[in-house]
């Protein structure tokens, strides 16, 4: 921000004239490194932005829209290019900008996305807003994250590190074969899903009880029963209309009630109701926890539960508890060993000062290798703030001091530098409820 006017530098998107007033009033910057807010001149599409991902700083930028077109993502619109339009625009652009400054330099971080992400939902002090968008074929998008190539896993990340936390935005079906989620929903018959349906009213003969069709009831234009040849005259006194029967032109089935089945717009794939998934799509609010993890920089929580969990026998915390209680169930029924190994890393703060968060990330990916290696395919892994819970089935606490020796000679010799890590064992039905009172708090 320009000290001197202390008014915000500006970086105009877009070929428009420059109006005499605006440089004369503002600091013009040539490009978005140099500058605190972009503004999108009149007439300027919005596809001119889409190179200010090039850095964190012109990704986070906030923008004002001038240009005359619908931008979501935009802080604010203008109707027109007016010097008092720009000054109420710039008012609520100043405290963006001043939440910004206060941040470290993402670009030269790791998890850069995760970041800006964060950094996005702290600087406007609002949440990242799933909206629909029907150009996309998830027919959702998060127009705050421009730029950002599927962000959805990356805030459902977040979101289980307890960084962001979740707003239900709404439920979507998708399509199986192309993940897609422009679907036309339509009534089908049950019997061969075509969708050129009929409806035509059923008509009940009080004196037989006969019931079928309206049409196989029509003389012309009066009814007379089929079944007795007796004229239906009075509705209500010979006869009523109980309801309704869905007719198919393609097949001819009679059907009470039609099917309803899903047509992709996308790829042309049809699937039956009963084969459809649905996926849940939510708004992400930034917790306190991950206002510190920005202002440090580092996301040590989320660096090491994530990587955790993304190894071949990795689990979420949340998951890694139940599965733990459904394994101590089974070995109190029926009296099966059951252990658990605690990796606990003492200096992680020293080590993060040391090499940065790219390095402190690299750490944990070693720490995932090392698992992998010595560990079998049933046991079970996850990790919280800076420990690592192991979970050995079938495994008495006399075999876990092999295991525990193997693991901390890997340890040593694969993750390289000032890493001080103990292992501790546990074991038992009761031993291990302690686990779980540790992570439970």
Known sequence: MDSATARPRLWLVGESARPIWLSDAYTVADGPEHADVAVLMPGTPVEALDDRRASAHAALMPVINASGQSMPGALCDVASLQPALLDEALGVARPVVERLAQLPEIDALADTDALMVLAMAHSRQTP????????????????????????????????????????????????????GSRLNVREECTECRSSDLGSEPLVHHYRCAYQARESEFLRGRSLECPKCRRALRHYGVDYDKPGVVFVCGHCGAESSDPAVGFLCADCGRHTDSERMDTRTWWHYAITSGGVTALHRGVLPHLSLEASMARGPMGYWVRDFMTLLRFEQAQ??????????????VHNIEA?????????????????????????????????????????????PMAETEVIAQRLRETVETVVAGPMQITVERSGGVDGLSTVLEALTD
């Open 128 to 179: 990242i807003q799933a909206t629909w968008d029907f150009t996309r074929p998830a027919a959702v998008r998060y127009a705050a994250l421009r730029g950002i190539e599927n962000p959805r896993e990356l805030l459902e990340e977040l979101a289980a590190a307890e960084l962001l936390v979740r707003e239900r935005f709404d439920c979507i079906h998708y399509c199986p074969a192309c993940d």
């Open 331 to 344: 070995a109190r029924r029926y009296q099966r060993p059951l252990s658990v190994l605690i990796l606990r």
């Open 351 to 395: 080590v993060s000062d040391a090499w940065g968060g790219r390095g402190l990330s690299q750490v944990f990916a070693h720490l995932v290798d090392v698992l992998s290696e010595c560990l079998r395919e049933t046991d079970a892994v996850t990790a919280r703030d800076h420990v690592v819970y192991v979970l050995l089935p079938e495994t």
